[in-house]
Nanobody, 114 residues
Framework: QVQLVESGGGLVQTGGSLRLSCVFWGNLFNYYVMGWYRQAPGKQRELVAQISPGSSSNYADSVKGRFTISRDNAKSTVYLQMNSLKPEDTAVYYC????????WGQGTQVTVSS
């Protein structure tokens, strides 16, 4: 069984930065595609960024050039560095792990004030 534990959310002003972390508790982290999703109030959950076991990454157009996803296989951790934050980035951010199965974290709130 896999558990994902996120941290690093909080309140930040427009233009500020935050770094989210997600620790993968389980086996075979290196085989999983890891991702960050977000869900704003009244909206559907959307993909923010994803990183493959080989560290290839892809991003939503809305965050390209501002967010960076990375992974540390030795620590079984995936990160999301978020810079130049905007109010529209306000959402609950969820960590996701995909292989043959899929797992979700509990979410961490990110609030960007204008």
């Amino acid at each position: 069984q896999v558990q994902l534990v996120e941290s690093g959310g909080g309140l930040v002003q427009t233009g500020g930065s935050l770094r989210l972390s997600c620790v993968f508790w389980g086996n075979l982290f290196n085989y999983y595609v890891m991702g960050w999703y977000r869900q704003a109030p009244g909206k559907q959950r959307e993909l923010v960024a994803q990183i493959s076991p080989g560290s290839s990454s892809n991003y939503a157009d809305s965050v390209k050039g501002r967010f960076t996803i990375s992974r540390d296989n030795a620590k079984s951790t995936v990160y999301l560095q978020m810079n130049s934050l905007k109010p529209e980035d306000t959402a609950v951010y969820y960590c996701n792990a995909q292989d043959a199965s899929e797992f979700w974290g509990q979410g961490t709130q990110v609030t960007v004030s204008s």
